[in-house]
């Protein structure tokens, strides 16, 4: 009897083996979810995590929570610093001139090419995009999207489904929250998830969210070095139209009117942006909320010019800090949903944007230049027991890349067109030998919105070398020295050997990228 009962044993333990094996085999199997955040536009000096004295005026606590919990990057790029050919890198993993979306007015974003989405969601993970799309053609890759038409609207936007488009009434950020975690809760919980939450805020013409109109009314941002920048030497700077006292429109970005008193908005050429989705009391509200300090403007003297150009700057501030704020709390309403619901420890989530931004910067808004403000991306990163908290990362890395990181985390491999590479050995303190020491930027949108000549380049740790084909404009900066990028050194006495190096790399680089020789032109 003992025998057999020991016989019994080992056979209920035999038994047990494989299932014990599979459950061992699943644990070492399971893929991590993805949340992919990304805002549009906005700036790394407005995130309080890198410590700008701007954004400790208006910190963001809940992005900084990811700082905090996960990986920082401070060297960050984007290839090309504008909307639509960001996002197009992000989704393949290529730089614009393979994925074929090289401009904001390219007729549309080729979708019958290899994508994230679409390599995640062969290999079993459920996909999904809610917010701006903004690459004209239908999303392709995800089994869900939900997304804003064009631009999209701050107040009561439209968003386009695949079966319709519906106006909701409501904030874009607050939507864009809602519709993620209504998509979160009845997503098929037997996969994993791979989901783009698309933040309009804070682009232009920064609307806040009615309960942030006058948060920041009384906060006084200090004034960039440089805002009164001269362009000395700097061709191309010196013609771009995106400054923000000669360029912006003062009724359609900084809410000016005509008069004390007066709530007519001054020149303002796309009236349906702004206001034309709200509705006649929410109209009413905003008039009311910024009748006082409109009329505050009146007070200046309208011949100082200086004064004037100061005035527009701490406007454009409090407008694009408010905006952001309303985005702080989407993260941080995002992140307490994956605490509650059990899904903090087996989620990837990134935070970033779609390019850099200035924020006064040689008396600038808007993006497009090589120079630091707009080339740089803020990336932030968490995924609990992978990456330690609080690590920095300040290896050279582009948006081209995280396509395959995100494959590498998810045990899939990385396909070979694919010109970006995995940043994850950098996340987890492994050894890393030749990892690049320069990035290639190709900007094409000229002639075109500001005014910005095409042109390419290359980055450096210390040095950037920039070069405006179209007019054969070199401008070399030494970012040690010099990291505002004030002083081009470019032809002086001293630069003849750095300028050799970087021209030899920079062929180099867009030799490995396959740059055609006509884009160059």
């Avoid at 999303?139 to 106006?167: A, H, M, S, V």
């Avoid at 009845?186 to 232009?204: C, N, Q």
């Avoid at 050279?396 to 890349?401: E, G, Y």
Wanted: proline share 5%.
């Amino acid at each position: 009897m003992k025998q057999l009962k020991y016989i019994k044993e080992i056979s209920f333990c035999l038994g047990l083996l494989p299932v014990i094996g599979q459950a061992t085999e699943n644990k070492q199997e399971k893929r991590p979810n993805i949340l992919f955040i990304m805002s549009d536009d906005h700036a790394v000096q407005a995130i309080s995590a890198y410590g700008h004295s701007l954004s400790k005026l208006a910190p963001t606590p809940n992005i900084d929570r990811l700082a905090k919990q996960g990986a920082l990057f401070t060297a960050n790029y984007c290839g090309n610093s504008i909307c639509g050919p960001s996002r197009a890198a992000i989704l393949t993993g290529k730089h614009s001139h393979l994925n074929g979306f090289m401009q904001n007015s390219n007729k549309s974003f080729d979708g019958s090419q290899e994508t994230l989405p679409k390599i995640l969601q062969r290999n079993g993970y459920e996909t999904a995009i809610v917010g701006k799309w903004h690459l004209i053609s239908k999303p392709t890759g995800f089994d869900y999207w939900k997304i804003l038409n064009d631009q999209g609207e701050y107040n009561n936007p439209d968003f386009i489904t695949e079966k319709d488009t519906t106006r909701y009434p409501g904030y874009v950020t607050d939507l864009i929250t809602d519709f993620t975690k209504e998509w979160l809760d009845h997503r098929d919980k037997e996969k994993p998830f791979f989901l783009m939450m698309h933040h309009k805020a804070p682009h232009r013409n920064w609307v806040p969210a009615e309960r942030h109109y006058n948060i920041y009314d009384n906060t006084v941002f200090p004034l960039p070095e440089n805002y009164f920048d001269d362009y000395e030497g700097r061709y191309a700077a010196s013609h771009q139209k995106m400054n923000i006292y000669r360029d912006m429109y003062e009724g359609h970005d900084l809410k000016m009117v005509v008069s004390r008193g007066s709530d007519s908005l001054r020149f303002d050429p796309w009236p349906h942006v702004f206001m034309g989705k709200m509705t006649s009391d929410e109209k009413q509200r905003y008039r009311v909320a910024y009748r006082e300090k409109n009329d505050l403007f009146f007070d200046l003297d309208q011949n100082d010019e200086k004064s004037v150009a100061i005035w527009k700057f701490q406007r454009y501030m409090q407008e694009y800090m408010a905006t952001i704020k309303s985005v702080d709390e989407s993260v941080g309403e995002i992140l307490d949903y994956l605490d509650k619901n059990g899904l903090t420890d087996n989620t990837i989530v990134v935070y970033t944007t779609d390019q850099g931004f200035y924020l006064g910067e040689h008396g600038w808004f808007d993006k497009r230049f090589m120079y630091e403000e707009s080339m740089i991306m803020p990336l932030l990163m968490r995924y609990p027991g992978k990456i330690n908290p609080g690590k920095k990362v300040s290896k050279l890395t582009q948006n081209i890349d995280f396509a395959p990181t995100f494959l590498d985390y998810c045990g899939i491999e990385i396909p070979k067109e694919m010109q970006g590479v995995s940043f994850r050995p950098l996340l987890e303190n492994k050894s890393v030998k030749n990892w690049r020491e320069s990035l290639y930027y190709h900007y094409y949108e000229f002639p075109g919105f500001h005014s910005v000549r095409a042109h390419y380049g290359i980055k450096t740790d210390r040095y950037k070398l920039i070069h405006f084909y179209k007019e054969n404009n070199w401008e070399l900066f030494d970012l040690k020295s010099d990291p505002h990028e004030m002083n081009n050194i470019s032809g002086r006495k001293g630069t003849e050997k750095i300028t050799s190096k970087l021209k030899s790399e920079l062929q180099r680089l867009q030799k490995h990228y396959e740059v055609p020789d006509e884009h160059c032109k």
